[in-house]
């Protein structure tokens, strides 16, 4: 019987900031988060390395900047030569399983349409560090989809390929038909249950329950597509309009008239499946409690990016550097963990690697990046780091132009610059939270923007990927 903390880790996927009601939105049905933040810690600036699924996910599984790791986009497969999370512990004698969504291999045949999507990995073996893993994706030869089809067959159509139960009048969100208990989120949850209730307790354990939802399509089921209709959101910022100097790589996805008119039925749907999640996120903590691990269990909730609602005329995307998108949600529950803390300082999910290992007492690779969260996890620190990199890369494909960036986050301000010449962006955050007037080309932050420039170009020196390790000193 080991003396080492059990670990589980929850992710959401786009899951916003301001999705869940310990993080100050008073409309958010969330019990069981909002429950996990009172036990625990919550990080109030947490950011994705990349506002993309797979870079940020390659990042949460080795601890290392997209630029380290090499998944600077979606659609770069993680090389088998990084080092990862469950690998390492696997090594310290944890048992590792993971289910739910892990894209860290792309889910589409290269770029000829009409495309044909991929199982990401189809026999439930080794992967990636883990012992056994579920992948569930958006194909229709994945495990859910073989679930489903046996379990719930007169929904499987439907489950499988949300689009075939959308209405005419709701293209972006709409109330599903098929009952919750035929949805990926049950089958999810389902299974981390039941690897709960079967662990044998000989060895220590690292679960990661991976969340597909709230990814769009926005099509809660029965019960929780009712559950906000009474709900009048606040109105995003800019919804009608894109800010005249936002830079030009916004502008495809903008149709302020759309947003206008749908974004609160987006926001009522796509919180509906908040509320999914976090209702069956309830039973994986019931689990732990019946079987008596709760008190030395690690959770760790968290998000690999989120997305836009509305804001800025874009009724729904993502891939962009401002907060609605990059930064995210993230909890720290368990032994050792301060209850009801609140850390205010800039954490990326480039830290859930180092953070976990130290906490389970093992030691970090080479090549890490990320830092030990420990210090203020245990309210011995206010924060880790001065200033923060979120890292952005977006191919060019489709016709769509190149857009890669580095953004530097500080305690006031935000600073991207852009591989397009002429553009960038500089907020000061504590007078323009909601990123409304891009300061980057006045002349009267010519000043601000040259020292945060400087700052930019020593982060990215220091976040050069060390690896590989030195053998000899010479």
């Not at 797979?54 to 790791?69: E, I, Q």
């Not at 709760?294 to 550097?321: F, M, Q």
């Not at 963990?337 to 080479?366: C, K, N, Q």
């Amino acid at each position: 019987m080991s003396d080492r903390p059990n670990i589980l880790l929850i992710t959401l996927d786009m899951l916003r900031y301001d999705a869940v009601g310990a993080n100050g939105n008073p409309f958010a049905r969330t019990p069981v988060m909002d429950r996990l933040a009172a036990g625990g810690t919550r990080m109030e600036r947490a950011y994705a390395s990349h506002p993309i699924c797979m870079p940020s996910r390659a990042s949460m599984l080795t601890g290392r900047y997209p630029s380290s790791h090499g998944v600077w986009s979606n659609g770069v497969p993680l090389s088998a030569s990084e080092i990862t999370l469950p690998a390492v512990l696997s090594r310290a004698g944890y048992t590792t399983y993971l289910c739910g969504k892990a894209h860290f291999r792309p889910w589409l045949r290269g770029f000829t349409k009409p495309q044909a999507s991929q199982v990401e990995h189809p026999h439930g073996g080794p992967y990636y560090g883990f012992e056994t893993a579920d992948v569930v994706d958006h194909s229709d030869g994945d495990c859910y989809s073989r679930w489903v089809r046996a379990s719930y067959p007169d929904w499987a159509e439907r489950t499988i390929h949300h689009w075939t139960d959308r209405p005419a009048d709701k293209p972006l969100a709409w109330k599903a038909t098929y009952p919750a208990e035929a949805s990926k989120t049950d089958f999810i949850a389902g299974r981390i249950v039941t690897a709960i209730e079967t662990h044998r307790g000989d060895r220590p354990f690292f679960f990661w329950a991976s969340f597909i939802d709230p990814h769009p399509p926005f099509a809660p089921p029965a019960p929780f597509c009712d559950g906000h209709d009474d709900v009048i959101f606040p109105e995003p910022a800019s919804v009608g309009e894109m800010p005249a100097d936002k830079p030009s790589h916004y502008l495809p996805q903008a149709r302020p008239e759309v947003a206008r008119a749908q974004w609160l039925n987006l926001r009522r749907m796509y919180q509906g499946k908040v509320s999914h999640v976090d209702d069956r996120i309830g039973r994986i903590l019931a689990a732990l409690e019946e079987r008596r691990l709760a008190a030395n269990t690690i959770v760790v909730l968290l998000s690999d990016h989120g997305v836009l609602l509305g804001e800025y005329g874009i009724p729904s995307g993502g891939a962009r550097l401002c907060d609605p998108c990059s930064r995210v949600p993230m909890i720290w529950c368990g032994p050792g963990i301060a209850r009801r803390g609140v850390s205010h300082g800039l954490v990326s999910v480039v830290d859930l690697m180092p953070t976990l290992l130290d906490l389970a007492g093992v030691d970090a690779p080479p090549g890490v990046q990320g830092l030990s969260l420990r210090p203020a996890l245990e309210g011995r620190a206010c924060a880790v780091r001065d200033e923060l990199l979120v890292e952005g890369g977006r191919a060019a494909v489709y016709g769509v132009r190149p857009c890669l960036s580095k953004t530097l986050l500080t305690d006031r301000h935000k600073l991207t610059l852009y591989v397009t010449p002429d553009e960038g962006e500089l907020y000061d955050l504590h007078d323009d939270p909601h990123e409304l007037s891009n300061l980057y080309a006045r002349p009267e932050a010519g000043s601000l923007r040259q020292t945060l420039v400087e700052r930019l170009a020593r982060t990215l020196v220091h976040a050069q990927d060390p690896l590989p390790a030195r053998v000899a000193p010479w």
